[in-house]
């Protein structure tokens, strides 16, 4: 499984970062972005939570 946030769609709301801050960081852009894929994050539930859709999971 692969998993980053589109930066193009990303508000930097902080949802994803207050729901797992283990898998995600702001980013010196003000945006959000994977800081660990191995983090025990929920991440699809985290991908459906993001209020713009920026997080993408690709499944291998
Ligand atoms: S929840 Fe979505 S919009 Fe908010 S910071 Fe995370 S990736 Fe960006």
Do not use: R, Y
């Not at 902080?14 to 003000?30: H, R, S």
């Not at 959000?32 to 993001?50: D, G």
């Amino acid at each position: 499984m692969k998993v980053w946030v589109d930066k193009s769609k990303c508000i930097g709301c902080g949802v994803c970062t207050a729901l797992c801050p283990e898998g995600f960081e702001i980013g010196e852009d003000g945006k959000s972005q994977v800081k660990n894929p191995n983090a025990n994050c929920n991440w699809k539930e985290i991908a459906s939570n993001c209020p713009v859709g920026a997080i993408q999971i690709e499944e291998d």
